[in-house]
């Protein structure tokens, strides 16, 4: 596609993109990134040794907002550009074939803080729906809120739901920060909050505060920078992240790992490096009158 027509925002219903033609200049990425947010499709080819160290990161940071789940980024020659992190159609595909799992523990710690379980959860970033079916079959009169802005994994979310269940389940497709429902008894983030950049992570999380009742509880996780950072993401140490919860939050439960190899991206050597330094796993209660 010639970079000049992609001046204008027009919602296309092409699944690929292709900018192999892309090459960077002053202005050339505001306008590659106003179509690529209209079309959004699920393929962007671009010419990997046109692209500098800051171009990949742009794109990377793009493809990882919440809204943009799906899209992935490939070189000509058909290999991924980027982490893993921007493969979501093979993530979906991964989690939903591993079908019924346990709640991660900061779920599983969260819930156990509730006599009779909780009523109203936001499940941040739901993903195929794992902790959501969990969670309505342990609890019948639970209500659970699952935001993605991926829609085919909202579209698997909705296919998993046992018959009978469905009234215990509103599935939010879009992007969390325009999500404007009711506060909840318990909002689950589990491997969220590091996936925004410096510059979205204050917005997102002042949103995801405010969406807890008082004396609700927030679950999830935070990663510690890893030796090589992503610029779309957010990386958090100890302090800081006792530091974003003292004014809102009393810490129930904190637990540092240490950097899971799995998670991390081979490179032309085999070698693995870790996605994140040190991973946190954190359950937070919100202080009454906040």
């Known amino acids: 596609m010639i970079l000049s027509t992609l001046i204008s925002c027009v919602l296309l219903s092409s699944s690929t993109l292709d900018l192999r033609e892309y090459s960077s200049t002053p202005n050339s990425f505001k306008k590659v990134e106003k179509h690529i947010l209209c079309q959004k499709p699920k393929v962007v080819i671009l010419t990997k040794?046109?692209?500098?160290?800051?171009?990949?990161?742009?794109?990377?940071?793009?493809?990882?907002?919440?809204?943009?789940?799906?899209?992935?980024?490939?070189?000509?020659?058909?290999?991924?550009i980027g982490s893993l992190i921007t493969d979501w159609h093979t993530y979906n595909l991964k989690k939903e074939a591993a079908g019924d799992i346990p709640p991660v523990k900061t779920t599983a710690f969260a819930i156990a803080q509730f006599e009779k379980g909780p009523r109203e959860v936001i499940d941040f970033g739901a993903?195929?729906?794992?902790?959501?079916?969990?969670?309505?079959?342990?609890?019948?009169?639970?209500?659970?809120?699952?935001?993605?802005?991926?829609?085919?994994?909202?579209?698997?979310?909705?296919?998993?739901?046992?018959?009978?269940?469905e009234h215990q389940v509103t599935v939010y497709t879009g992007p969390?920060?325009?999500?404007?429902?009711?506060?909840?008894?318990?909002?689950?983030?589990?491997?969220?909050?590091?996936?925004?950049?410096?510059?979205?992570?204050?917005?997102?999380?002042?949103?995801?505060?405010?969406?807890?009742?008082?004396?609700?509880?927030?679950?999830?996780?935070?990663?510690?920078?890893?030796?090589?950072?992503?610029?779309a993401m957010t990386?958090?140490?100890?302090?800081?992240?006792k530091a974003l919860l003292?004014?809102?939050?009393?810490?129930?439960?904190?637990?540092?790992?240490?950097?899971?190899?799995?998670?991390?991206?081979?490179?032309?050597?085999?070698?693995?490096?870790?996605?994140?330094?040190e991973l946190y796993h954190v359950v937070a209660r919100k202080k009454r009158g906040k």
């Open 127 to 165: 993903s195929t729906g794992n902790e959501v079916i969990q969670l309505i079959k342990m609890f019948p009169d639970i209500h659970v809120v699952a935001i993605d802005g991926d829609e085919e994994a909202t579209t698997i979310l909705k296919k998993r739901i046992p018959p009978g269940k």
């Open 246 to 277: 003292k004014d809102d939050f009393e810490i129930l439960f904190f637990q540092e790992d240490h950097a899971i190899k799995v998670y991390g991206t081979p490179d032309e050597e085999g070698k693995v490096t870790p996605m994140w330094g």
């Open 49 to 80: 040794a046109k692209l500098s160290e800051e171009d990949i990161a742009r794109f990377e940071a793009l493809v990882n907002r919440n809204d943009m789940k799906g899209t992935k980024l490939v070189d000509t020659d058909g290999e991924q």
């Open 235 to 241: 990386y958090h140490d100890e302090q800081s992240i």
């Open 176 to 231: 969390f920060i325009q999500y404007k429902g009711n506060q909840a008894d318990l909002l689950i983030a589990s491997f969220v909050f590091p996936y925004r950049s410096k510059e979205d992570f204050p917005t997102m999380w002042n949103h995801a505060v405010s969406l807890i009742k008082d004396g609700g509880i927030v679950a999830g996780q935070f990663f510690g920078e890893p030796a090589n950072p992503k610029k």
